[in-house]
Structures are given as C-alpha cells and as structure tokens.
C-alpha cells in the first residue's frame, strides 16, 4: 500500500493495476480510491503544414517515398552526380588550382620577355635641317657645351667626338647619338639639344606668279599658303599643271652630278573643287614650286 497526495492506494502485484481502474477509450486507467477518474492526455490535434514543392523539371527524379502535395505536385530531390570521394574531388581542385597558376605565371613571363619598343620620331617632330643654330649641353661639363650652325652637308663638329650627323634629325635623336658618341669619354654624360634658331625651313616659288622668290618658314605651310604668300597668279599662268620638286633622299648623289628630286604634281583647280582638300599637301624644307 502507497500513499499519493493523502489517498490510499492499492496496487497488486502481478497485475500491476490499481483496483478499482475504469476504461477509457477502451484502454485501462488506473485512479485513486475516492477520486474522479481522469481522462488520459491527449495531444492536440495540429492540422499538416504544408510542404514546399518545388516545380516540376524533367531532368531531376521524384523521391520515391515523397508524399504527395496540394496540386498533385510532389517533392523533387537534388542528387549530384559525386563519382569521386572527398580525396578525389581535393585532387580535381588542386589540377585546377595549379592549371590557373601555371597559365598566370606563364603570361607573366611573356610579358617580361617582350622587348619595349623603341621610341620613334612623331610625324609632326621638328627635324633639324642645314643652318639651324643649335645649343648642346652637357652638363658639369663646359668643355663640351656649344652653341653652333648645321653646316651646310648637314654635320656638326664637337670637341673628342668630331664630326655628328645632324641634318634629317629630330634634337631627341641627335641627343641619343651625342650620348652614345660621349660614352667613352664621359660616361652616363647627360646631354641636352635644343634648336635657337629655325634657318633651314627654306622654300622657292618660280614661275608665273606676283612674287617670286626664296620663303623663309617658320610653321608647317601648304602649297595654297605659299601661294597665297606670293600673291597670287600672274597673267597666263596654268594653275593646273604646278609642280613641286622635292629632293629624293633615296636616290644616292653621284660624284659631280646635281640632287636627284621627284616631282608632286599639283592641279589648283581640283583641290580649291568640293572633296580636294585633301590634295592640298603641307611643304617640305628644301621644296621647289614651279607654276607654268
């Protein structure tokens, strides 16, 4: 015999019962003597929550035991097609790892292995010319600091170094030249051209214009600008059959016979039409318009 709360209670042995249990739902309960039965706890009913379900993909599989969904739609499963256990796929990382380090380290030393180009002389660059007066600098260094003309055959004469070409320079690459004629006297010699004064941009108008003669330019000029520094035409002159003679680099002197030159033709009439402005061609130092 127990007591439980002040209330006596009988339990046999080999039944394991209290006497006197009522059934509930058809299921026996035990109670105590001198009190009401209790109705046995019961969960509250909870309505389903409802699934997520994703949509339909004809390319993924139903999982077999997924119930089915509001809609008729069901559960779908994710599965990825892991051949390899978790060391295979560290070494499939570690090809790729080493491909993309490779391929950078490769274009690195492409990129170190090409040689920078080498600097080249803009189109629009003064090119120093016969009788430009030039002003050379080396710094620290007065014996070799001189301001002198372009002779005529287009060469200066410089203490140690002699004679440099300078004519059809520009005064950067007449600087790198002087550097490198001075290495090995002065080594690491820092060496500055700069142009006084612009005396070779020279050239003649003839032929049947107002005013003939020898231009001194100081600017880039046309054919059109020069002729407009004349004046003009002259009476019975044919604008359409001038001539610029230009000196032909390319074509060696021969001892005793004159400069080799090419002729540019220019025709007044097209270029002053609509569309040939482009025939309207800048001057060169040295150049000979003939206007018949």
């Not at 990382?93 to 492409?110: D, K, P, R």
């Not at 950067?172 to 700069?194: C, F, G, N, T």
Request: glycine share 8%.
């Amino acid at each position: 015999m127990g007591a439980l709360g002040g209330a006596a209670v009988v339990v046999h042995r080999r039944s394991g019962f209290v006497p006197g249990a009522v059934l509930v739902d058809g299921v026996r309960q035990p109670h105590l003597r001198g009190t009401a039965p209790r109705a046995p706890h019961r969960a509250a009913h909870r309505p389903p929550r409802a699934g997520f379900a994703l949509p339909e993909h004809p390319g993924r599989r139903l999982h077999p035991r997924a119930a089915p969904r509001p809609g008729g739609i069901q559960a779908m499963t994710h599965r990825l097609p892991w051949r390899l256990g978790g060391a295979g796929r560290a070494l499939r990382l570690a090809a790729v790892f080493s491909c993309v380090i490779v391929s950078n380290a490769v274009g690195e030393q492409a990129e170190q292995a090409a040689p920078a180009p080498a600097p080249e002389a803009q189109v629009d660059e003064y090119r120093i010319g016969p009788e430009d007066v030039l002003k050379i600098t080396v710094w620290q260094n007065a014996e070799l600091t001189h301001s002198l003309p372009v002779r005529p055959d287009g060469k200066i004469s410089l203490p140690l170094i002699n004679d440099v070409q300078a004519a059809g320079l520009t005064p950067m690459q007449l600087r790198d030249a002087l550097k490198q004629r001075l290495a090995e006297y002065v080594p690491a010699a820092e060496v500055s051209v700069i142009v006084v004064e612009v005396q070779s941009f020279n050239v003649s108008l003839i032929g049947k214009v107002q005013r003939a003669n020898r231009y001194k330019l100081k600017s880039p000029t046309t054919v059109l600008d020069l002729l407009a520094l004349a004046g003009g035409f002259a009476d019975f002159a044919d604008p359409d059959r001038i001539v610029v003679l230009r000196r032909d680099p390319f074509v060696p002197q021969a001892r005793g016979t004159g400069q080799a030159y090419k002729r540019l033709p220019f025709n007044y009439k097209k270029v002053i039409s609509a569309g040939g402005e482009s025939e309207n061609f800048a001057l060169q130092p040295g150049d000979i318009v003939v206007v018949p």
